[in-house]
T-cell receptor, first 116, second 115 residues
Framework: AQTVTQSQPEMSVQEAETVTLSCTYD???????LFWYKQPPSRQMILVIR??????QNATENRFSVNFQKAAKSFSLKISDSQLGDAAMYFC?????????????FGTGTLLAVQP | DTGVSQNPRHKITKRGQNVTFRCDPI?????LYWYRQTLGQGPEFLTY????????KSRLLSDRFSAERPKGSFSTLEIQRTEQGDSAMYLC?????????????FGSGTRLTVV
């Protein structure tokens, strides 16, 4: 069974600075997707960025980028030029490629605080 | 289309009562998921529908839980004889099966409190 581990329960960053959130996962599959989701307080979960395992190039979405290390089974999220609106719970998630259900397996999350 | 809609947003119920939640997915999405999220944890998969067929149920889903998706549109999740351990946020998400699968769209959730 696949597992996702986020070892940082809480992180803090100064506004305009850069922060990296860590995620490791365990799987025996060769093809899969990895995601970072953001869950602001009392608001819905939204997709931040996704990475296909077969792509060597790291995904980037504006101020958000990932460092995908397939051999190490590591998938970290870098947030550049942090903004107050980035404060939220961030979840790393795994999904099999071509699986029967496409269910997501989530980590326990990292609560990010942004200091003004 | 305003996204995935869940009702009610909050539900407080007495232990032993039955509750039902509703999820309206994005209209063109054929897949619908239910997740449960307890405080300080990531969402845990409960069940999944493709169109009207319920294709997978987690072992977390005891016999007191039942979900339906009639006609492949909205879905309901019912919990019978609620217990305090059922207190959680229940999240619904939908997605579309296609060449470019961009992942889920989540609803805002239904927060259940069992007293």
């Amino acid at each position: 069974a696949q597992t996702v581990t986020q070892s940082q329960p809480e992180m803090s960053v100064q506004e305009a600075e850069t922060v990296t959130l860590s995620c490791t996962y365990d799987t025996s599959e060769s093809d899969y997707y990895l995601f970072w989701y953001k869950q602001p307080p009392s608001r819905q979960m939204i997709l931040v960025i996704r990475q296909e395992a077969y792509k060597q190039q790291n995904a980037t979405e504006n101020r958000f980028s990932v460092n995908f290390q397939k051999a190490a089974k590591s998938f970290s999220l870098k947030i550049s030029d942090s903004q107050l609106g980035d404060a939220a719970m961030y979840f790393c998630a795994y999904r099999s490629y071509g699986g029967a259900t496409n269910k997501l397996i989530f980590g326990t999350g990292t609560l990010l605080a942004v200091q003004p | 289309d305003t996204g995935v809609s869940q009702n009610p947003r909050h539900k407080i119920t007495k232990r032993g009562q039955n509750v039902t939640f509703r999820c309206d997915p994005i209209s063109e999405h054929n897949r619908l998921y239910w997740y449960r999220q307890t405080l300080g944890q990531g969402p845990e998969f409960l069940t999944y529908f493709q169109n009207e067929a319920q294709l997978e149920k987690s072992r977390l889903l005891s016999d007191r839980f039942s979900a339906e998706r009639p006609k492949g549109s909205f879905s309901t999740l019912e919990i019978q004889r609620t217990e305090q351990g059922d207190s959680a946020m229940y999240l619904c998400a939908s997605s579309f099966t296609g060449v470019s699968d961009y992942g889920y769209t989540f609803g805002s959730g239904t927060r259940l409190t069992v007293v």
